[in-house]
């Protein structure tokens, strides 16, 4: 079992840029692909990016490629995005989650989930 925290939310100004983080604990981080994903209120859970178990692989939504930059610090055990040129509609709540899945592109192929953190985009 993994346990993950998010951190690095908050109210931002659109066109500003802020980072979040998805510490690690518990069984070895760089076994698993990690993804962040995002949901907004009355809205489906979205995959927002995700990486492989090394680092090596991306992959992003097309909402937020070109803007968000999804990265991980294996040594440290965490997992990082950082988000760019910010618009209201990427106000939601962002998850980090873990998987086990050689290519996890849903929600269900993720295993374990942190909490949250909310991200309000807004002047």
């Known amino acids: 079992q993994v346990q993950l925290a998010e951190s690095g939310g908050g109210l931002v100004q659109p066109g500003n840029s802020v980072r979040l983080s998805c510490a690690a604990s518990?069984?070895?981080?760089?076994?698993?692909?990690m993804g962040w994903f995002r949901q907004a209120p009355g809205k489906e859970r979205l995959l927002v990016a995700r990486?492989?178990?090394?680092?090596?692989?991306?992959v992003y939504a097309d909402f937020v490629r070109g803007r968000f930059t999804i990265s991980r610090d294996n040594a440290k055990n965490t997992l990082y995005l950082q988000m760019n040129s910010l618009k209201p509609e990427d106000t939601a709540v962002y998850y980090c989650?873990?998987?086990?899945?050689?290519?996890?592109?849903?929600?269900?192929?993720?295993?374990?989930w942190g909490q949250g953190t909310q991200v309000t985009v807004s002047s």
């Open positions: 989650a873990s998987s086990t899945r050689s290519s996890p592109t849903t929600h269900s192929d993720y295993e374990y």
């Open positions: 990486i492989s178990a090394s680092g090596r692989m991306t």
């Open positions: 518990g069984r070895t981080f760089s076994g698993y692909n």
